[in-house]
């Protein structure tokens, strides 16, 4: 992480947050690239060091390359079981409304949630998302998942803790 964003504090959980943080399943969609200081790399890593099965999606460059020993797809509805599927979209805006208008094209089909990591969403995102009433399913707004992950997780224990 940045020193900036180290800096940063974390904003508060939200029930959004803890809605992502308790899908069966990952992906990332990016450039998703080797080089291990991009943020979409790192965001699969973090995925990978707390043991939770995640996929790497790579829409605009086919590829035989695996990353981190896993294959890339490349296409965002091939994702396996995306209803129960929580997607990290690491991409720019110009391209990130297309691919959630596509995740989201069938209502039974679409993901169990949406994480935008800073940079990977604008107003034109935002401004559909309340369109569709998606509220609930998408986070984005400087939220972080490398910043604010662990905090979520911690509150969705302590949430377990007192049932």
């Given at each position: 992480m940045s020193s900036l964003q180290e800096e940063e504090e974390m904003g508060p959980v939200t029930p959004a947050m803890k809605r992502f943080l308790s899908a069966e399943r990952y992906a990332v969609i990016g450039k998703v690239l080797s080089d291990r200081s991009r943020w979409d790399n790192k965001v699969l890593r973090w995925y990978q060091t707390h043991k939770y099965p995640v996929t790497p999606v790579r829409p605009d460059n086919p590829s035989s390359e695996?990353?981190?020993?896993?294959d890339?797809?490349?296409?965002?509805?091939?994702?396996?079981s995306l209803p129960s599927t929580s997607v990290s979209i690491i991409i720019?805006?110009?391209?990130?409304?297309?691919?959630l208008q596509n995740l989201?094209?069938?209502p039974s089909q679409a993901p169990y949630s949406v994480w935008f990591q800073p940079g990977a969403d604008d107003e034109s995102i935002w401004k559909w998302v309340?369109?569709?009433g998606l509220e609930d399913k998408v986070i984005g707004h400087g939220a972080c998942l490398l910043r604010d992950g662990n905090g979520?997780?911690?509150a969705i224990q302590e949430d377990k803790s007192k049932l």
């Open positions: 695996a990353i981190e020993g896993l890339i797809l490349t296409n965002p509805l091939a994702i396996p720019h805006p110009s391209k990130s409304l297309g691919i989201f094209s069938n309340k369109e569709k979520v997780l911690a």
